[in-house]
């Protein structure tokens, strides 16, 4: 579990120190993965187009994918704006409506789309989430950008990317790869949603396929 | 919710609202969009199988189940077997054998909704039958006064006119009541019907009295076939004790909304020039229709398998 932990692909790990069993980022793991996430988003930006006067970061938007992915992209995008003085267009696209696993798990609730006013065309769009899983979730909002605009590209950002995908999709900006069990349940808290920020592993998670 | 949508006492407090927050997410997930289509019911079949005239319903339903990407087949009573004397039961079958997903009925007899929702195993919507009940626009309705007034509860609503053939007035009266607003509806004795004291409503017969109190006017429609008895002595007469026309509604509360579910008799239960005026929803009744409907297909057969 939280001791077994790979260092992030693409990144320099994150040493997290669980205050219970089953805890893999604390609040301030979580800042600094964003903090960490921010800065490699604004590179990628700059090295996109280096005549930018605003290093590419207006031709940027985040997408944060309910519910969880929502809070996360628009966190990112303050960030940003707070260690590059640029502000950054923020969205959500609910993906409820694209999911191939309605018929298994039922119909539930819908959450906001919400676009930038300049839209997504033409743009470099990056997808937030916060757990990557099977990726079918990822898949589903692929298809839903589809619907609504015609991006340059779309990139994807996850706070922790947990294996067993089912689908040909990886992330381009990864806070921790955790190597996880099929029963186990990776869990992201966020204050905006659940009074704190943290990430659990918990045991008792026993889905198999396609976990949100 | 339940597997079919036969009246508005289907819908429980929280399922109703659930398809009002379904319809108004699905709204704003299309507002402003090219492509207004969404993959949700891809590969399911939806047959709008209507025994009576309709031009609303049927479009509209037909529009939500397109707009849901499910395959829609449209069945009249004029032009079918029907007109070869098949009956209500054997055309359900049939149409089931061919493989469909979920039914939307519309039938002049009250109940009929109710007998195929035993005989076929996919989902059965109400779309109107005959007196009794109509609760998708009861829903439309509801989204429509939520939208204009940002709020259901304790909002007083007025329906107006021919309580007694309407299914629009029993269903609204249903939904309404399960939504937390206060009912009065408003009729000449004769065209109410006899068990309204059961009903959760206030009754008046006087229009002018109940006008200024209400943030809703709902009028509903004169239904002239349904008019095989006298119960009202002219048109004219109903019209000037129960119509609505530009002096009346001047009477109505700032903010108060005019409500129709059309097909309307401009001049009749209601003003031209109150139909047009700012107060009145109709088209927004219209539109909101079809989001309301993509909302009701997509919690019914979203979650269900394939037929």
Known sequence: ?212 | MKRHLLEAADLDRADATLVLDTAAQIDAALAGREVKKLPTLRGRTVVNLFYEDSTRTRISFELAAKRLSADVINFSAKGSSVSKGESLKDTALTLEAMGSDAIVVRHSASGAPHRLANWVRGSVVNAGDGTHEHPTQALLDAYTIRQRLGRLEGVRVGIVGDVLHSRVARSNVSLLHTLGAEVTVVAPPTLLPVGVGSWPVEVSYDLDAVLPKVDVVMMLRVQAERMNASFFPSAREYSRRYGLDAPRMGTLADGAIVMHPGPMNRGMEIAAEVADSVRSTIVEQVANGVSVRMAVLYLLLGGNEPA
């Open chain 1, 1 to 212: 579990m939280a001791s077994s932990v790979e260092p992030a692909r693409n990144a320099a790990p994150v040493t997290s120190a669980p205050s219970s069993a089953g805890t893999l980022f604390t609040a301030a793991d979580v800042a600094r993965v964003i903090d960490r996430m921010t800065h490699q988003l604004i590179e990628r930006a700059a090295s996109a187009d280096p005549d930018s006067p605003d290093g590419g970061l207006s031709g940027l938007v985040l997408i944060g994918i309910p519910t969880r992915g929502a809070p996360l992209a628009r966190r990112l995008a303050a960030r940003i704006e707070a260690f590059s003085g640029v502000p950054v267009d923020v969205g959500t696209v609910d993906i409820t409506l694209y999911r191939d696993d309605l018929r298994l798990r039922g119909v539930r609730a819908l959450e906001p789309t919400m676009l930038p006013d300049a839209g997504i065309d033409g743009r470099v769009v990056v997808l937030v989430d916060d757990v990557l899983f099977s990726g079918r979730s990822v898949r589903a909002a692929l298809d839903a950008l589809r619907d609504l605009g015609r991006p340059r590209a779309v990139r994807l950002a996850v706070l922790v990317d947990r294996g067993h995908r089912e689908l040909p999709i990886r992330a381009d900006y990864v806070g921790k790869n955790v190597p996880t069990s099929r029963a186990q349940q990776v869990k992201v808290h966020l204050s905006e949603i659940d009074g704190s920020d943290a990430v659990l592993v918990t045991e008792d998670g026993v889905r198999g396929e396609s976990q949100q």
